[in-house]
């Protein structure tokens, strides 16, 4: 089981996305049988097998073990990851894009940034467990308080001058073989969201 997989189908985010299913797929972070999950979730075992089939089909669960039982087999599935993101690719022409209009200082282009990191390093790590390799990645979450405004305005501007020497030190435009990466450096105010 993943510890995170990126939705990039439609129809998967679509189906994932309807509440029951959401449900049974946190269910299903422990093998389990339709049986057993129709008396956690309180649905008639037929009804948990019909949604069983479409997250399977989706690719959001898998078959772990069939289980003779009587005249029937059962069926232990189990989520495919342990948590699921959403890729604003599978949002098509809706997905936020930050070349629309770039500004440093606008929480809405933070958010198209973040997005576009889900989309990008989502398709990486899809391509890479394909073709069973790794995607070499780096990220840094820190928590600083400012004491003013002024501040937080200094710090932005130091950390761009940082990042600008790095990357004018280390990048390489005619490197033969060579492979770009992208640096995205976010302030943000901290937020406590409950679960």
Same mark, same amino acid.
């Given at each position: 089981?993943?510890? /995170?997989?990126?939705?990039?189908d439609?129809?998967?985010a ?12 946190? %269910? ?13 979730? @309180? ?15 989706? @690719?959001? /669960? %898998? ?21 699921? /993101?959403?890729?604003p690719?599978?949002? =098509? ?21 973040? =997005? ?5 390093v @989502? ?26 405004? =002024?501040d ?8 761009? =001058? ?17 492979r770009?990466?992208?640096?995205i ?5 901290? /937020?406590?969201? %409950?679960?």
């Amino acid at each position: 089981m993943l510890e /995170v997989a990126v939705i990039e189908d439609p129809a998967a985010a679509e189906v994932s996305l309807d509440p029951m299913r959401a449900r049974l797929l946190a %269910e299903l972070a422990e093998p389990r049988s339709a049986t057993m999950l129709a008396s956690l979730v @309180g649905l008639a075992r037929q009804k948990v097998n019909y949604h069983l089939r479409t997250l399977e089909r989706h @690719g959001l /669960v %898998e078959l772990v073990e069939e289980r003779r039982k009587g005249n029937a087999t059962e069926r232990v599935m189990r989520a495919t990851a342990a948590s699921y /993101v959403i890729s604003p690719g599978a949002l =098509a022409g809706l997905a936020p894009d930050p070349a629309r209009s770039p500004d440093g200082l606008s929480a809405r282009w933070l958010i198209a940034l973040a =997005a576009r990191t889900v989309r990008e390093v @989502g398709a990486l790590v899809t391509g890479a467990a394909k073709a069973r390799k790794r995607v070499a990645t780096y990220a840094l979450d820190v928590t600083v308080r400012f004491a003013s405004a =002024a501040d937080r305005a200094a710090f932005a501007e130091e950390l761009t =001058a940082a990042v600008t020497a790095l990357v004018g030190k280390y990048h390489d435009e005619s490197a033969e073989g060579g492979r770009a990466h992208r640096v995205i450096a976010a302030v943000h105010p901290s /937020v406590h969201i %409950e679960k």
